[in-house]
């Protein structure tokens, strides 16, 4: 069982940055394909961005490509979000999910559905103001 921990929240001024770090734990010799999701009040929750373990494929969602950028750092089990440029509609509750994959077949899988995703972590808020 694995879990992950986010930091990198916060306030930030319209067009300003923040990177977001998600660590997961607890899972020895664990290898994941990383997501970031976010829920802004009253919409549903959405895929942000999405990376395969090996790092060779990322997803992006239209409406912060050139903006954001995932990454991963394996030997820490660590996901991060590059914010830049934000606005106000990139306020939301923000979350990284964690899919266990084999580094024999599936170092190249990422996933955009939230139900491919077994570990999540608890969210941390991005606040944006003008």
């Known amino acids: 069982q694995a879990q992950l921990v986010e930091s990198g929240g916060g306030l930030v001024q319209a067009g300003g940055s923040l990177r977001l770090s998600c660590a997961a734990s607890g899972r020895s010799g664990g290898a994941y394909a990383w997501g970031w999701f976010r829920r802004a009040p009253g919409k549903d929750r959405e895929v942000v961005a999405a990376?395969?373990?090996?790092?060779?494929?990322?997803y992006y969602l239209d409406s912060v490509k050139g903006r954001f950028a995932i990454s991963r750092d394996n030997a820490k089990n660590t996901v991060y979000l590059q914010m830049n440029n934000l606005k106000l509609e990139d306020a939301a509750v923000y979350y990284c999910a964690a899919q266990p994959i084999s580094t024999l077949d599936g170092d190249h899988y990422y996933y955009t559905n939230a139900a491919h995703y077994a570990y999540w972590g608890q969210g941390t808020q991005v606040t944006v103001s003008l």
């Open positions: 990376i395969s373990w090996n790092g060779a494929y990322t």
